[in-house]
T-cell receptor
Framework: EAQVTQNPRYLITVTGKKLTVTCSQNMNHEYMSWYRQDPGLGLRQIYYSMNVEVTDKGDVPEGYKVSRKEKRNFPLILESPSPNQTSLYFC?????????????FGQGTRLTVV | AQKITQTQPGMFVQEKEAVTLDCTYDTSDPSYGLFWYKQPSSGEMIFLIYQGSYDQQNATEGRYSLNFQKARKSANLVISASQLGDSAMYFCAMREGRPMDSNYQLIWGAGTKLIIKP
């Protein structure tokens, strides 16, 4: 089954404690991306990757890091989480081509930083 | 300036009625794609329908159709014969440009919360 898998689904952590949210896709997609969703703001892109070892900042990258060592994995790293990073996070992947390249989304990770 | 505007924060609709969710967009790129996603209370993002800027016909997928008016830059989602299970947040999103040489990101509206009344 084609899917994007995020872990964990829910996470409560304390300010400053490093954490990683994993994302893995089994569709051989080139393009992967992280978004955060906050009420009234829709989804905003944090980082994206157009292929292995190719990553770049989205609209709200501050406080986040990513890596793309393998095509299937795109972890999101919060080195020193702060309460303003409390949000719902989505990983998405898609083919890097014109047309109906819909984005497939993970189940979401609800992060609370206290 | 907002690239995607959804003017209806929330809507209440009677079951079995048709629903139109508004979406207007702003782009100067001739090549773009418009998407609608559904987000139920469980949180996942579910792809509903896609319209390409060069598509001649309005997209349809089962009970979902997209009323694409290119000159007005609108891409409204129409749900026919609404069901209780349609209650959810609905997001309109856009991709601009060519995927191979740019950040082919989805740009999102703020969403519309749809509640279907029995």
């Amino acid at each position: 089954e084609a899917q994007v898998t995020q872990n964990p689904r829910y996470l409560i952590t304390v300010t400053g404690k490093k954490l990683t949210v994993t994302c893995s896709q089994n569709m051989n997609h080139e393009y992967m991306s992280w978004y955060r969703q906050d009420p009234g703001l829709g989804l905003r892109q944090i980082y994206y990757s157009m292929n292995v070892e190719v990553t770049d900042k989205g609209d709200v990258p501050e406080g986040y890091k990513v890596s793309r060592k393998e095509k299937r994995n795109f972890p999101l790293i919060l080195e020193s989480p702060s309460p303003n990073q409390t949000s719902l996070y989505f990983c998405a992947s898609s083919l890097q081509r014109r047309g109906i390249s819909e984005a497939f989304f993970g189940q979401g990770t609800r992060l609370t930083v206290v | 300036a907002q690239k995607i505007t959804q003017t209806q924060p929330g809507m209440f609709v009677q079951e079995k009625e048709a629903v139109t969710l508004d979406c207007t967009y702003d782009t100067s790129d001739p090549s773009y794609g418009l998407f609608w996603y559904k987000q139920p209370s469980s949180g996942e993002m579910i792809f509903l329908i896609y319209q390409g800027s060069y598509d001649q016909q309005n997209a349809t997928e089962g009970r979902y159709s997209l009323n694409f008016q290119k000159a007005r830059k609108s891409a409204n989602l129409v749900i026919s014969a609404s069901q209780l299970g349609d209650s959810a947040m609905y997001f309109c999103a856009m991709r601009e440009g060519r995927p191979m040489d740019s950040n082919y990101q989805l740009i999102w509206g703020a969403g519309t919360k749809l509640i279907i009344k029995p």
